[in-house]
């Protein structure tokens, strides 16, 4: 059983073209996030929903926006796809957030590898 | 500002060689501490908190508050562990803050 899954794993597209990448997680978590990955391997947190509302928004292109019909679900959409938005990106979920039941323990997708060529 | 930093990208050591990964903080209020580790081929997973105290695959870590550090330590390095380590602190809002990761590579 996969906890987080992330598709698709690896996407290739043109630059001005607009994008998603999906997320699901069958943990039952409360709370999902989105991190890009650059080309360094920093690792930098971009978005997070809390029982389907945002909590966490990072100063992030508005060409991001994250949707989560559920809170099972977490989709980051990309419009106008540029030549550093070339990344991986990382879906994460944790069960609680803030003071409620947080553990600091997120788990994590496989990650998507999107170029924009 | 919060910040979270490893000021080494790549840490080669030999097999049997003790292991210390780097990381420093600066955080306001009493942030917690994380090690995540990414495997090849992995997620990326966590591998040991502060509150726990706990050594996982050997590996312990203590926090210093009065250097704002949370190093990474193991005494005798395995094959094993080679992998990519990154260093996370969070406060109370649950975001969670990575250092730019320090890739140990245990040679044979």
């Known amino acids: 059983d996969t906890a987080v899954s992330q598709t698709p794993k690896y996407l290739v597209t043109q630059m001005g073209n607009d994008k998603s990448i999906k997320c699901e997680q069958n943990?039952?978590?409360?709370?999902m996030y989105w991190y890009k990955q650059d080309s360094k391997k920093f690792l930098k947190i971009m978005f997070s929903?809390?029982?389907?509302?945002?909590?966490i928004n990072e100063t992030v292109p508005n060409r991001f926006s994250p949707k989560s019909p559920d809170k099972a679900h977490l989709n980051l959409h990309i419009n106008s796809l540029e030549l550093g938005d070339s990344a991986v990106y990382f879906c994460a979920s944790s069960g609680g957030t803030g003071t409620s039941g947080y553990t600091g323990e997120l788990f994590f997708g496989e990650g998507s590898r999107l170029t924009v060529l | 500002a919060q910040r979270v930093t490893q000021p080494e990208k790549l840490l080669s050591v030999f097999k049997g060689a003790p292991v210390e990964l780097k990381c420093n903080y600066s955080y306001s209020g009493s942030p917690e501490l994380f090690w995540y580790v990414q495997y090849s081929r992995q997620r990326l997973q966590l591998l040991l908190r502060?509150?726990s105290r706990e050594s996982i695959k050997g590996f312990t870590a203590d926090l210093n508050k009065g250097e704002t550090s949370f190093h990474l330590k193991k005494p005798f390095a395995q094959e094993e562990d080679s992998a990519m380590y990154y260093c996370a602190a969070s406060g109370n809002t649950g975001k969670l803050i990575f250092g730019q990761g320090t890739t140990l590579q245990v040679k044979p």
């Open positions: 502060h509150i």
């Open positions: 929903y809390n029982n389907k509302e945002l909590i």
């Open positions: 943990l039952g978590h409360d709370t």
